[in-house]
């Protein structure tokens, strides 16, 4: 058990509940006004309503009418679930779990008596339910729906909301496997694999093991398995959009374990990875273990964006090629991200390696919160690093970079994303295996674990991401000695950072791949880790063209971004020169407390003074302008304006 005591992310957590939960409640049910966006110009994006809650109704038999929205419309309401049960996990709250259980028994009622759950098919065309699964998301619902099952049932012991999971799951396992008459094949997106691994460690029944290990070695073995499917249906696409989309976007062009590249659409991407490393991590098999290694490399070497989005293109919301990062036409969708960090929480099963917990914190503190307005009714789906109001208007090729975060949208799968995450952040802090506890997020927290022959507590008291002492008390009841290895995080290389245990300094031979390791036998331990938070710089690889002779400013976790409201437009005019001291200052009654860092800089005036575009002389006139930047994640919350993260340097 851990009960976080973060300020920072306390505030976060009460909002998730106290107005998120509520609010995206009432959206789902359409009872309230609301906008909803599209998320690009696209004629195939349903935004009247949500309909969510309505078409479960429908499927129950308790209402009429047809289904409305995206074919996966009901994964809202799952994740909505599953959100709520880490609330409810929480604190007790009679309120919500009236609500949560009402969810659960409409649930249970729309699922057909052989287990089958998806309310499109069962309105519209029960008829081909599983014969379209390159555009069907069944697989993806169902997935989502077992994880929300999983987390209502830890909650709160319901024994409906386990059962409605293991009937669906019993259900799939009729439908496909390797035996004759089933279907040799998986899922157009990614997600049951997660869901069958969630119920088999909660179960511990090896059947669901072996299902998610199934869906997982036979993606890619037929590449055109899912253009076959859609031949045999021979009805009019579920998705257009989907329906020509290349094997590569399913993940499906080769085998998974010979994936060495990010390919596709990235959510599917992560989600792909996140289960086969759980499978990984459980089971111990080096080949599995070795292909998310080398696709972790891929990832995070080569194709991930300095705020941890990935995902560089619009179309199919995809991975494109290796350095290819630009700022302005990008995707970072907030789901993608909240993806990477279920990835790097199971890598963390793998293998104690601190990169793992470095990008789960770089995509947890830039994009992933950035993915919700402060006030946590608003939300963006896709994350830029560099965003113009006018050019996302009137450029079409730049209309999901949306410069203020809708209230909804017509897909609306990162919000009630978000809200999983972040309620179930505790379960991210550390990563227990045997009698080594890896301390991976710095959060004020207090850990209690009923561990062989004891119990251990662990209270971290810290200021952080405001300040870097972070403070770990250690009450070690049990008979054994426990091993504490504490994160190192990637960011302070090069800066201070020092480890005492008892007072005494522990020896930098106790330092391996980014943890620092520290005994505590029975009895109390105090240890006490210094990391040293200042204004950073970075500077990208020259072979991402988007970035060459720019920099970024980083402090502590959080990537820094310059928004228009504090440096006026035209943003790319500014230039920080390379010896401009970088000052920080703390403003407490800004964005809800955030660090500004201010710096003498430059901004480039242009010389031709009728505005001519070319001329032989400088490009521009430099006249001196304070700059000052704020924490990614909390850009757009002062109305519509300019932002940008990589900033010319010279
Ligand atoms: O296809 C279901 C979800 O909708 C994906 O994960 C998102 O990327 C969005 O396309
Ligand atoms: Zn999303």
Request: proline share 5%; charged share 30%; with cysteine.
């Amino acid at each position: 058990m851990i009960q976080i005591t973060s300020p920072f992310w306390k505030r976060y957590q009460d909002l998730v509940k106290k107005e998120m939960l509520p609010y995206q409640w009432k959206v789902l049910n359409d009872a309230i006004q609301i906008r909803i966006e599209k998320e690009r110009d696209d004629d195939e994006i349903p935004n009247e309503k949500s309909h969510a809650i309505e078409n479960f109704r429908i499927a129950a038999g308790e209402s009429s009418g047809e289904h409305y929205g995206w074919v996966f419309q009901d994964s809202d309401v799952y994740k909505w679930l599953e959100a709520a049960a880490y609330a409810l996990r929480r604190d007790p709250d009679e309120e919500l779990k009236k609500t949560a259980d009402s969810v659960v028994d409409l649930i249970a009622k729309a699922q057909e008596p052989d287990g089958y759950i998806g309310t499109y098919f069962t309105i519209m065309e029960p008829d081909r339910k599983f014969k379209r699964l390159s555009e069907s998301h069944e697989l993806y619902c169902a997935g989502h729906l077992m994880e929300a099952c999983v987390a209502y049932y830890e909650a709160v012991k319901s024994r409906k909301a386990l059962q409605i999971a293991e009937k669906l799951a019993g259900c799939i396992d009729g439908h496909f496997g390797p035996e004759e008459g089933k279907i040799h094949g998986a899922d157009g997106h990614e997600e049951v694999e997660i869901g069958l691994m969630r119920l088999y460690h909660l179960t511990g029944e090896e059947k669901y093991e072996k299902l998610a290990q199934y869906f997982l070695s036979i993606r890619g073995t037929d590449p055109d398995f899912l253009k076959k499917q859609n031949e045999m249906d021979g009805k009019p696409p579920l998705i257009k959009g989907v329906k020509s989309a290349p094997p590569a976007y399913f993940q499906m062009h080769l085998p998974v374990s010979k994936q060495d590249t990010a390919e596709g659409h990235a959510v599917r991407v992560v989600y792909l990875f996140t289960a086969l490393a759980d499978l990984a991590a459980s089971t111990g098999d080096r080949e599995l273990s070795d292909a998310c290694r080398r696709l972790w490399r891929n990832i995070t070497d080569k194709r991930m964006y300095i705020t941890g989005g990935i995902g560089s293109t619009v179309r199919g919301e995809a991975f494109t090629l290796d350095y290819d990062l630009p700022n302005d036409t990008m995707y970072c969708e907030t789901c993608a991200s909240v993806g990477l960090i279920f990835l790097a929480r199971q890598m963390l099963r793998i293998e104690p390696d601190g990169e793992y917990a470095d990008v789960m914190e770089r995509a947890l503190y830039n994009t992933a919160l950035a993915g919700m307005a402060l006030d946590g009714k608003h939300f963006f789906y896709v994350n830029p690093l560099e965003a113009v109001p006018e050019k996302s208007r009137k450029d079409p090729g730049k209309s999901h970079v949306k410069c203020v975060r809708p209230q909804w949208l017509g897909c609306a799968c990162c919000p009630p994303n978000l809200a999983r995450l972040l309620m179930s952040l505790e379960d991210y802090i550390y990563t227990v295996k045997d009698s080594v506890i890896l301390a991976n997020l710095f959060i004020r927290s207090e850990l209690t674990l009923e561990a062989e022959g004891g119990r251990i507590e662990i209270r971290q008291e810290t200021e952080y991401p405001k300040e870097g002492e972070v403070r770990f008390h250690i009450n070690n009841q049990s008979e054994h000695p426990v091993t504490l290895g504490i994160r190192v995080p990637g960011w302070t290389e090069g800066q201070g950072v020092s480890l005492s245990s008892q007072g005494d300094e522990v020896l930098d031979s106790r330092r391996e791949k980014g943890y620092w390791y520290v005994q505590a036998g029975k009895g109390e331990t105090d240890v006490t880790l210094k990391l040293k938070m200042e204004p950073k710089r970075w500077h990208a690889n020259p072979l991402v063209s988007s970035d060459i002779n720019k920099t970024a400013l980083s402090m502590g976790p959080f990537v820094y971004c310059l928004e228009e409201a504090d440096n006026g437009k035209d943003l790319h005019c500014l230039v920080l020169p390379k010896d401009a001291e970088l000052r920080y200052e703390w403003k407490e009654e800004l964005l809800c407390g955030v660090g500004t860092i201010q710096a003498d800089g430059l901004r480039l005036m242009p010389s031709d003074p009728h505005g001519g575009l070319y001329c032989g002389k400088e490009t521009g006139k430099p006249v001196p302008q304070k700059l000052s930047f704020i924490p990614y994640y909390a850009w757009a919350n002062r109305g519509e304006n300019e932002m940008r993260v990589w900033i010319h340097e010279t």
